[in-house]
């Protein structure tokens, strides 16, 4: 588990076991086509009964539930984005905002339009008072945009105090090269600037552990705007040798992913959206302003790749499908989330392929797949008050942390770590 990584950089007098089986010393890795190739080969199709046999003989495997969801010490992260087209993005950078021992040291935009990216991001941080977060532009892929985009449209990122690299995967290997102890990267867009740090600088994967939203292998789960899995999650499929690159036991320890199975669980509603809307945390205002500007704008345009799903939302009743939130919840520990290792690859039209243990293709992997209380797939209610287990424990402790009551720190208070996070870089647009 991720409490145990973090445990392995403390000082060297007190060596710890290692925990995950692709664990490698340091050392360089250059990652080209033919070494990617050699790993993973070419994946067309799959079988969806050995698929489905293979799931069942690890499900029992599950690891145990954490026990320990708090690492002792600040973990330097840096949260690589593509916020703007869904709104879990922006409740998942007010999460990381507000955990304590989370320390976000830059945010860099991934896919289709950054620059307009960054601009998001920009002014949400400004907005709340952390603009002292770099912002670093990821690689571009098209000129796609989102429906929180005319929400930023006019702000200007040359006024953003806490500087916007050009480069974004320049200043990620800068923030990995500079920090004492490993850095959590948190993945939740599409993963190609993973890729590219990986490629120009892989020096930096010995020292990165990943927590990425992604990944959907447990079948019938049905979603909210028609599909019924498994399907091509969207963070895989829109780069999908990036996604591959994430499986490369060039990392430190085991990829951790946040699959469809419990991130569609991850909604608020009922006692605990009401807590949210009662707030008057200004971090909690700017969140649901942006959520208000997604949703209408995602609702006007019926060509938005977000539509259907705003329009199945009322934004005084729930929250929509918080996706992104486990990911950084990982990333703090996974308490409530049980782990199970899987051998994987992502098939060419990104959707998640288990594979014989013995296989030689794809790597081995962490699925947060169960939550301690059994809960898997969406079937019944699971929010706040009803139910129980895990979920409920996870929904409980993400309004908390959402309106400002993470443990020890008094309500409606900002992390003081928020404002600490120092400038990477002098390339700034």
């Known amino acids: 588990n991720s409490a145990g990584f973090w445990s392995r950089s403390r000082a060297r007098a007190k060596p710890q076991p290692r925990v995950v089986p692709l664990h490698l010393e340091a050392q ?7 070494s990617v190739g050699l790993l993973f080969g070419s994946v067309t199709f799959w079988n969806f009964g050995v698929l489905l046999w293979l799931l069942a003989a690890a499900l029992p ?8 969801g708090s690492p002792a010490q600040p973990v330097p992260v840096i949260l690589d984005t593509d916020i703007g087209t869904f709104m879990d993005d922006s409740f998942a950078l007010a999460m990381l905002l507000r955990t304590p021992h989370l320390v976000l040291k830059l945010l860099v935009t991934a896919s289709h339009d950054v620059v307009g990216r960054a601009r998001v991001a920009a ?5 709340v008072g952390c603009d002292a977060v770099p912002i670093g532009i990821g690689v571009p892929s098209d000129n796609g945009t989102g429906a929180l985009f005319p929400w930023a449209a006019d702000y200007d990122l040359r006024a953003y105090r806490g500087g916007v690299r050009s480069d974004g995967v320049a200043a990620m290997w800068e923030v990995v090269e500079s920090s004492p102890v490993p850095v959590a990267l948190i993945e939740i867009g599409p993963h190609t600037n993973a890729a590219a740090l990986l490629a120009r600088y892989p020096r930096a994967a010995s020292r990165v552990q990943i927590f990425a939203m992604g990944g959907s292998v447990v079948p019938h789960i049905k979603l909210p705007w028609g599909h019924e899995s498994p399907v091509a999650t969207t963070n895989e499929r829109l780069d999908v040798p990036a996604a591959r690159a994430l499986l490369l036991p060039a990392w430190r ?4 992913w946040a699959p469809l199975a419990t991130t569609v669980n991850v909604s608020l509603d009922g006692a605990l959206w009401r807590r949210i809307g009662a707030s008057p945390s200004p971090a909690v205002r700017v969140l649901l302003e942006c959520y208000r500007a997604w949703w209408s704008e995602s609702r006007r345009d019926t060509k938005c790749i977000t539509h259907r799903e705003a329009s199945s939302l009322d934004p005084a009743t729930s929250s929509p499908i918080l996706f992104d939130t486990e990911a950084v919840h990982l990333a703090a520990g996974g308490l409530w989330l049980s782990l199970t290792p899987l051998r994987v690859n992502f098939s060419d039209d990104g959707h998640t392929i288990v594979l014989p243990p013995e296989s030689r293709r ?7 797949l169960n939550w301690t209380g059994g809960e898997a797939a969406r079937g019944g209610e699971a929010a706040g008050g009803r139910g129980g287990g895990g979920l409920a424990a996870f929904l409980s402790h993400l309004t908390d942390t959402l309106v400002g009551l993470p443990p020890g720190q008094a309500p409606d208070r900002p992390a003081p770590s928020r404002a600490a996070a120092v400038r990477v870089g002098a390339d700034s647009l």
């Open 123 to 127: 002014k949400h941080l400004s907005l």
């Open 61 to 68: 495997a599950a690891s145990a539930a954490i026990a320990d």
């Open 362 to 368: 794809g790597a081995v992997s962490s699925f947060a």
């Open 253 to 256: 320890g085991q990829t951790q």
């Open 28 to 34: 360089s890795h250059t990652m080209d086509a033919m």
